[in-house]
């Protein structure tokens, strides 16, 4: 069985102008493993899509499991990472990041083990203190991300993660999502605008297409990556 299976995947909102087709009868399967970047145009359904696989929406038709189960609500298993993550101005780096983990009431020595472990792994052990509004906006996305991978979710969901960053910082990103995928094995669902960073970042492509929301094409890449 697939890891995701996105069966005959539908959404139509409700607006005041009448129903949007956002996307229609996608059907896809997702490996464990696989590093796939979303690439097509503003409007053409890939946050929809991402939020279906989230669960933070439901298919209008179709359905859309994990290992077989079907996917109804948001779960941590599944870590989402927006271009502007919201971080709690008034807790500090450290306390952001351990938020998730204290709600879910792991043990504060596994609390504390994962959490350093993962500020040093994004570089922010030094800011652990810091309020996350001190910090530059790279920073503050390396919080967003540090905060998801803490939770060693099975997939991590990317929904234009790097696309405001300048291009140092956001190839500095680049390199630590591809060197978890590699050393974590997570599974990766990236949406971006970029289309160098599609094509250099996974191993497939979706390009999706509009009117109504399609995946058009998908290309399989042969790994080509260097740091
Ligand atoms: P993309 O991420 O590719 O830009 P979206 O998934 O955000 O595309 O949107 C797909 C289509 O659905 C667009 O036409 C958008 O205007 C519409 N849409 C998205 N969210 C809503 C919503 N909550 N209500 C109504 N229409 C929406
Ligand atoms: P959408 O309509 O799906 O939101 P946009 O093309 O408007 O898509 O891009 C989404 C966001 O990403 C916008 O806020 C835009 O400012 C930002 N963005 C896209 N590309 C870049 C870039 N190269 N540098 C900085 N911001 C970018």
């Known amino acids: 069985p697939a890891f995701i299976d996105i069966n005959q995947v539908s959404v139509v909102y409700d607006s005041k102008k009448g129903p949007v087709?956002?996307?229609?009868?996608?059907?896809?399967?997702?490996n464990q493993g696989d590093f796939i970047c979303v690439l097509g145009p503003s409007g053409c359904g890939k946050s929809t899509l991402l939020k279906?696989?989230?669960g933070f929406i439901q298919p209008t038709k179709g359905t859309c499991q994990m290992e077989d189960k079907l996917i109804t609500q948001p779960s941590w298993e599944r870590g989402v990472v927006f271009q502007d993550s919201t971080l709690y101005p008034w807790m500090s780096v450290q306390e952001n990041i351990e938020y998730g983990?204290?709600?879910?009431?792991?043990?504060p020595t596994m609390i504390k083990e994962r959490t350093e472990s993962i500020l040093e792994q994004v570089g922010l052990l030094h800011v652990k203190d810091a309020h996350t509004f001190e910090l530059s906006g790279g920073m503050q996305q390396r919080v967003a991300v540090a905060r998801t991978l803490v939770n060693k979710p099975k997939m991590i969901l990317m929904d234009e993660p790097f696309g405001a960053l300048d291009a140092l910082t956001r190839l500095n990103m680049q390199g630590l999502t591809r060197d978890l995928w590699q050393?974590?094995?997570t599974t990766v669902f990236l949406i971006t605008?970029?289309?160098d960073e599609a094509m250099t970042l996974g191993n497939r492509v979706w390009v999706m297409?509009?009117?109504p929301g399609k995946i058009e094409k998908e290309y399989q890449l042969d790994y080509t990556y260097q740091a």
């Open 193 to 195: 605008h970029d289309i």
């Open 52 to 54: 279906v696989i989230a």
């Open 21 to 30: 087709t956002a996307i229609e009868q996608i059907d896809k399967q997702i």
């Open 209 to 211: 297409s509009k009117n």
């Open 183 to 185: 050393e974590e094995k």
């Open 101 to 107: 983990l204290k709600m879910r009431q792991v043990n």
